[in-house]
Each structure stands twice: as structure tokens, then as C-alpha cells.
């Protein structure tokens, strides 16, 4: 295919602008530790919640299939790396090794949760999934007798940082005059995943399978008519929604170094939904607005509410949690009035037809 | 190249389908056509699976398909329509046919996610060949138009579109012609017929009787889920168990004095 000068233009444009987006990201936490390291550590949260909400998004966007308790697999993720990687079993296993066995039990998990709930749509599945996801939570809260295999609700500490060679992401090391503190080098690491599972998602979207799994979202009956095995293909994305949900939660227990079954409640798998609807069902860029917007904005009021209010009343009348539900139920409320597809509803996608018309 | 033995089902009390035989020969069209409730619908859903019979069986292309999922069915060569349109509404008129596709290109997770030569390869003529395809049934100009937003019998054709995606032996069409114009009547008469003339075996539901009688080879006629009558449309026609069943005995006794007077 040949490219007028017009085209030429318009993809040196495009170019420019990936790599002003690139290093403004890589600028992104030395810009925020002027204000604060918690707020690397915020985005840190925003960038694993956007892993989490893009995993879901194969689930839910992509499928259609309502999950209500992702956040099992999250759960499974993190408890894979807190065992393999924490005094609790002795066992100091390097990350490389670790991940892949979290994403594969998180992927084991996922299949488990698919194949019984198959033939469910809707709320039917809905309830199933949610059901699935306090199961996960209340085995991991109990499995601390007679074999104490996860620590009960004490959940496990002094899980091991992400170490890879002799770089040690818990500690601060000095690079050419720069600090890089924990929470930078982990930025760039959970950046590192975030664009290859953001990459996955857009290359599975636009192809065979991912055409597959819009066919069943949009009328399964037709789909099967037309040759798709919707029961394998239905496995596949549970499957593979959970593997990037145990990739996350790895991430989380080497992050916080410590996770207990209280991490991994039925809201959490609500905000991950919330996140994925509120962003734009189905569109990547929506679901990872969505992550952004639901990590950032309840900081933001902590910060702010507080002072604002001794400011005006001299002391403290609303509580910054109680305002935070106000108005993320508001929020919801006035989404699914004017934009009931998300902030960024996915696009019909448009083919260039003249190209292949020859 | 398709034939139905003694094909029985039943919804609780009532029996929507009862020792149907049939056969269809390759390269013909083939009518199926009855009062309402006659059970034609339903012989499409058990034929491709969307039910199961409780008695008798399928053979097409020397093959049983008796225990075929209905995946399994489109893969062997039968693609359907279906009577209430059941495109995949929200998606565009390319993809629609696209997906038709699914069933005879290979291109797995790992394939997708590393784009390798040969999906890349094996998507550009997925693309290729639904853009034809949407050409052959003349709404090419409509491809990145959204699916469901299509007037009625474009969305009819598209729906023949990506049937025709997964390279069927055999056709089956469900109602094809229900609410089109005249206009648009006789432009799916004319692709119906092209569908025949490269090849593909078409089976049709239709209530417009002019529109069967004048297309099809032979005919099934059903009525109460029995067949009555199957032939070539002009004997069918004739029949007075096929009159009795659109007009009432009365009618079939007239039209009988009438023959034999």
C-alpha cells in the first residue's frame, strides 16, 4: 500500500503524539513526588485497577457476560505470590516463576467458574458470579485449620517485593541523579503490563476471536447458527479476564506486602464493574477512564473535604467517605441518564473498504 | 443431499412435529410451506439444532446429523436465516458477514495476539470475501452501516449475506420474503435464484405463495406438524388435502366438483 504525502503527514503526526503521550508518562512520578509520594502510590492503585478493569472488560465487554465477582481472581493472583513469595511457607520464589503460576490459577478458577454457569445470562449469571466471588473470599478467610495453607483473616505480611536480578523494587536506588523510590520503579513496571495487556485487548478485539465473542454478546442463537462454539469461546474469556485479574493481584501483594481475605470483598468486584461501565462497556480507553477516574476522584475529595469543610463550618459535618458514596451514587445516577453507554461508548467500528475492494 | 426420517417433536402437549420424512436433492430448491403453526419453524430448529427431535433422524451428505450441536451443524455446510431477523444488531454490515466467516478461518487467541503473517493474511481475505459477499447481495455501499439500523430487507439480505459467509451446501431460508415490498420481493427472487445457479442447495419458508410456487423445484406442504402433500408446486397445488388446509374442507370439496365437472 502506497502513501499519498497527506498520509505521510498524518502519520508523522501520529508518531509525535505517541511519543509526547510516551514521555510524558515516563515524566508522570517525578512530576507527581513534588506533590506527594502518595500520589505515585494513587496511581500506582489507578494503573492496577485499569489491569483489573481491562481483564473484566474481556468478560463483560467484550462477551457480554456479567461477572460480579472478579475480584476472585484478583484475590487468587495475590495469594498465589504471598504463598510463594513470603516467610509464611519459607518460600522466596523470583517473580518471573511466580506470575505466570498466579495467572495460570487465576485462569484455572476462571474455567471453573465458566463451565457450570454456561447456559446462565444476565442476572442469572450475575448472581452466580457473585456468589463464586464470596466463596473464594470465605475459603481464603478459613483455611487457616486444620492446615494452615492462607494465615485466615490475618492475611499474610512481609510478603517479598518484585526483585528482578539485583534490583530491588522495595528499596530506593539512585540512577543518574534521580531517585527512584519504590513506588516509581513499580509505576514503571504496572506501565510496562498496562500497555502489553492494553495491546492484547486491541489485537483481540479486532480479530476472529474477538469478533467471535461480540457475536455471542450481541445474540447467541445467531451466533451458534453460524458455526461459533460459544461454549469454548465463552471458557476463553473467562479464562482470559481471569489471568490478567491474577496478574493484577500479584502485582497487589509485592505492592503492598501485605493482603489479608478483607482485600478482596464484593464491593471491590462492584467498583472493577463500575469502572468498566461508567469508562464505556467494550472500549479500552473508556475502561481505563473509568480506572483513572474511580481511583483518582475519592483521593481527590479525601484531600480536599476535610479542609474545606473546617474551613466554611469550622469543623467536620460530612464525613469524606459518606460524601464519596453520595456522590459516586449521584454519579451513577446522572451516567444512566445522559450517557448510558459510558463516558466514551465504543464505536461502530469503521473498515477502510476501498483498500481491499480491488 | 439432505433427508428427514420420520421427524417427531413434541412442546408438552402439543406434538409440533410428527413422523416427518423428507428428502432434498443437491442443486434444487426446495419449498416448505403451510398454514401458521404447521410446524415449519420448528423442523428448521430441529434440522440446525436448536432443538432437539424426540424421534427420527437427519442425514445430509451421507452423514447423521443426529448428534451434532448446532456450531457443529453450521460447520458441516447448512447455514440458516431466521424468521424474526437475528443479525448481530449493533455491529456493522461487514462485520455481520465477517463473523460468518468464523467457522472456515482458524486464527487462535495466540494468533490474534502476535498478529502473525498468517492471521494477518487470513484476516485480509475474511475482509475480501465479506465485502464480495455483500456485493453479490447488493449492499456494498452499506458496509460500515450498522446492522440494525438497515431498512427491513436489507437487513433480510444481509442476514442471506452471512449464511452465505460460511460456505454452505445448503441454504435454508426462513421466511426470507415476510414484510417486504414488491420491489423488494422481486429482488430476492432473483438472488435466490443466482444462490442455485453456483451451486447451493436452498431450502425456503414462505408464505408468499407466488413467490414458493414460482421458485421451487418441489415442495413440502406440513399442516398440525404432518406432511401432507410433496411435489413439484403445480401437483401440489392441486391437491385437495393442500386446499383443505389453506381454505377449509369446504373449499377442497368445491374445487374437487369443479375438477371433476
Not at chain 1, 18 to 35: G, K
Request: aromatic residues 8%; positive net charge; charged residues 15%.
Amino acid at each position: 500500500m502506497r502513501l499519498d504525502v497527506a498520509g505521510d503527514r498524518q502519520l508523522l503526526l501520529r508518531y509525535a503524539g505517541l511519543a509526547l503521550v510516551a514521555v510524558a508518562l515516563i515524566a508522570l512520578p517525578f512530576a507527581l513526588v513534588q506533590v506527594g509520594t502518595a500520589w505515585v502510590r494513587i496511581t500506582n492503585l489507578a494503573i492496577l485497577f485499569a489491569l483489573l478493569a481491562l481483564g473484566l472488560n474481556i468478560v463483560v465487554g467484550f462477551a457480554g457476560l456479567l461477572d460480579l465477582g472478579y475480584i476472585a481472581f484478583y484475590g487468587v493472583g495475590a495469594y498465589v505470590w504471598a504463598l510463594l513469595a513470603s516467610p509464611h511457607f519459607n518460600l522466596h520464589l523470583p517473580f518471573w516463576v511466580i506470575l505466570p503460576i498466579g495467572a495460570l490459577a487465576a485462569c484455572f478458577f476462571g474455567v471453573l467458574l465458566g463451565a457450570p454457569t454456561l447456559k446462565l445470562r444476565g442476572d442469572y449469571l450475575a448472581i452466580v458470579t457473585l456468589g463464586f466471588g464470596e466463596i473464594v473470599r470465605i475459603f481464603l478467610n478459613n483455611l487457616s485449620r486444620p492446615v494452615n495453607i492462607t494465615n485466615g483473616p490475618q492475611g499474610i505480611a512481609r510478603i517479598d517485593p518484585v526483585r528482578i536480578g539485583d534490583l530491588d523494587f522495595s528499596t530506593t536506588s539512585q540512577v543518574a541523579g534521580l531517585a527512584f523510590s519504590s513506588p516509581i520503579k513499580y509505576y514503571y513496571l504496572l506501565l510496562v503490563f498496562l500497555l502489553l495487556v492494553i495491546v492484547i485487548n486491541m489485537r483481540l478485539k479486532d480479530s476472529r476471536i474477538g469478533r467471535a465473542w461480540e457475536a455471542i454478546r450481541e445474540d447467541e442463537i445467531a451466533a451458534r447458527a453460524m458455526g461459533i462454539n460459544t461454549t469454548s469461546l465463552k471458557l476463553l474469556a473467562f479464562a482470559m479476564g481471569a489471568s490478567f485479574g491474577g496478574i493484577a493481584g500479584g502485582m497487589f501483594a509485592s505492592m503492598q506486602s501485605f493482603i489479608s481475605p478483607e482485600s478482596f470483598v464484593l464491593v471491590e468486584s462492584v467498583m472493577v464493574l463500575s469502572m468498566v461501565v461508567l469508562g464505556g462497556m467494550g472500549n479500552i480507553w473508556g475502561v481505563i477512564l473509568g480506572a483513572i477516574l474511580l481511583t483518582f476522584v475519592p483521593e481527590l475529595l479525601r484531600y480536599t473535604v476535610e479542609p474545606l469543610q473546617k474551613a466554611a463550618f469550622g469543623r467536620m459535618i460530612i464525613e469524606p467517605e459518606v460524601i464519596r458514596m453520595l456522590l459516586f451514587g449521584l454519579a451513577l445516577v446522572l451516567m444512566m441518564l445522559f450517557r448510558p453507554a459510558g463516558i466514551l461508548p465504543k464505536s461502530v467500528r469503521k473498515r477502510e473498504l476501498s483498500a481491499i475492494a480491488k | 443431499m439432505l433427508s428427514g426420517q420420520g421427524i417427531g417433536k413434541r412442546f408438552g402437549g402439543v406434538q409440533a412435529l410428527s413422523e416427518v420424512s423428507f428428502s432434498i436433492r443437491r442443486g434444487e430448491i426446495y419449498g416448505l410451506i403451510g398454514p401458521n403453526g404447521a410446524g415449519k419453524t420448528t423442523l428448521f430448529n430441529v434440522l440446525t439444532s436448536v432443538y432437539t427431535a424426540d424421534a427420527g433422524a437427519f442425514e445430509f451428505d451421507g452423514k447423521p446429523l443426529s448428534r451434532a450441536k448446532p456450531h457443529e451443524v453450521a460447520a458441516l455446510g447448512i447455514a440458516r436465516t431466521f424468521q424474526n431477523i437475528r443479525l448481530f444488531a449493533n455491529l456493522s454490515a461487514i462485520e455481520n458477514v465477517m463473523i460468518g466467516r468464523h467457522v472456515r478461518t482458524r486464527a487462535g487467541v495466540f494468533g490474534a495476539i502476535l498478529r502473525t503473517p498468517a492471521t494477518r493474511a487470513e484476516e485480509a481475505r475474511i475482509e475480501s470475501r465479506s465485502l464480495a459477499l455483500l456485493e453479490y447481495v447488493g449492499l456494498v455501499a452499506r458496509a460500515n452501516d450498522v446492522a440494525g439500523q438497515l431498512p427491513y430487507g436489507a437487513q433480510r439480505r444481509l442476514e442471506i449475506a452471512r449464511a452465505l459467509a460460511t460456505d454452505p451446501k445448503l441454504l435454508a431460508l426462513d421466511e426470507p420474503a415476510a414484510g417486504m415490498n414488491a420491489t423488494e420481493t422481486a429482488d430476492l427472487r432473483g438472488l435466490i435464484e443466482r444462490i442455485r445457479g453456483d451451486g447451493t442447495t436452498v431450502l425456503l419458508i414462505e408464505h408468499d405463495m407466488k413467490l414458493v410456487m414460482g421458485l421451487s423445484d418441489r415442495v413440502l406442504v406440513l399442516d398440525y406438524g404432518r406432511r401432507i402433500a410433496e411435489g413439484p408446486p403445480a401437483e401440489v397445488r392441486a391437491d385437495p388435502r393442500v386446499i383443505e388446509a389453506y381454505l377449509g374442507a369446504g373449499a377442497a370439496s368445491a374445487s374437487a366438483r369443479a375438477v371433476s365437472a
